[in-house]
């Protein structure tokens, strides 16, 4: 027995030692880390890619080191996501991706080649973006509540277009929060989509703030609502679609961040404090302001509760509106 002592005295010892060294060698990572490029995957060209550029620009100053975007685009995102999920976890693959590769595209396809939960751990959030719902300026509808009358006194006699998912699905929202009956005609862009609405040809679209605004301004259309639970500064005048009459509504299209899962966690919380920072910046929150966003900035448990929320509620919509997984 005296001598299984001095045994146990050296196990509990080397535990000790072992312990002590991941301790210093995560603390060391973290410290290290970046210590080459960092490339940030954007899922798509347009916003999605020149956000990141802006923010990369940002993270490239405070870090020293050089950020490189890389769009791969198509397939809804899922091209940039199934490439990230498989990319080495050392914290120098960064996915920039959407409500589409880790919301909706669970419930649009019936397999996906990445699990939007178990392949990845989340950095921050990136943006949140607000939509505009416009009408064609012969439509009498003056506010929602007129339209949401209109719909449902003659029902699908309205028309609405889409050429997005996040589009389509603001307003398959409106519907099933509303009762409103319209009819959804689909399109290839959503500038195809405005020509049309412009031209008379369909009667509503809910598209983003950008591409609404300068139209709305033009008097080309009629603004009814946001999409946001708060009224956009840039027309403080447009009320929400909540303070407009319907219920619970919320809607945004958004970005955010995330690495391989086997990334270290002081890497990724090292990452986390870089896209908060950058997110803080004035260069950043005036390019979102600009593009009808505004900063997202999240904790990494924060963004994953929020992806499920998120994947909770477009898969409820998507249901609703009646499409089928591809």
């Known amino acids: 027995m005296q001598a299984v002592k001095p045994i146990l005295r050296m196990g509990v010892a080397l535990a000790a030692l072992v312990l002590a060294t991941l301790v210093l060698a995560t603390t060391a990572s973290a410290q290290a880390w970046p210590a080459k490029p960092i490339r940030l995957i954007a899922m798509g060209a347009g916003f999605p890619e020149n956000t990141a550029r802006i923010v990369g620009a940002e993270i490239a100053e405070m870090t020293k080191q050089p950020v490189i975007i890389e769009t791969k685009a198509g397939a809804n995102g899922i091209l940039a996501a199934q490439y990230v999920a498989q990319a080495p976890g050392d914290g120098y693959t960064i996915l920039v991706g959407t409500n ?155 970005l955010a961040a995330w690495m391989p899962e086997s990334t270290p966690r002081d890497v990724v919380s090292r990452a986390n404090e870089l896209f908060v920072a950058a997110l803080n910046r004035p260069k950043v929150k005036e390019y979102l302001t600009n593009a009808g966003s505004i900063p997202f900035p999240t904790t990494s448990d924060q963004l994953m509760r929020f992806q499920i929320t998120e994947h909770d509620k477009w898969k409820k919509v998507i249901a609703a509106a009646g499409i089928q997984p591809e």
């Open 100 to 254: 589409s590769t880790h919301a909706a595209n669970q419930s649009l396809y019936k397999k996906l080649p990445y699990d939007y939960v178990k392949d990845f751990v989340p950095v921050s959030g990136i943006s949140k973006g607000i939509l505009m719902a416009v009408v064609h300026p012969s439509v009498p509808a003056k506010n929602i509540a007129e339209l949401t009358a209109m719909a449902k006194k003659d029902p699908d006699k309205l028309t609405y277009g889409s050429a997005s998912t996040s589009s389509r699905a603001a307003v398959e929202l409106y519907k099933m929060l509303s009762g409103a009956k319209i009819l959804h005609v689909p399109y290839k862009t959503t500038p195809q989509a405005a020509t049309d609405l412009i031209g008379g040809r369909i009667d509503l679209l809910i598209i983003n703030l950008g591409e609404a605004v300068p139209q709305v301004n033009a008097g080309k259309l009629r603004a009814l609502a946001v999409s946001s639970t708060q009224r956009w500064p840039g027309q403080p005048e447009v009320p929400t679609m909540q303070e407009a009459g319907v219920a619970g509504y919320d809607w945004s299209f958004w």
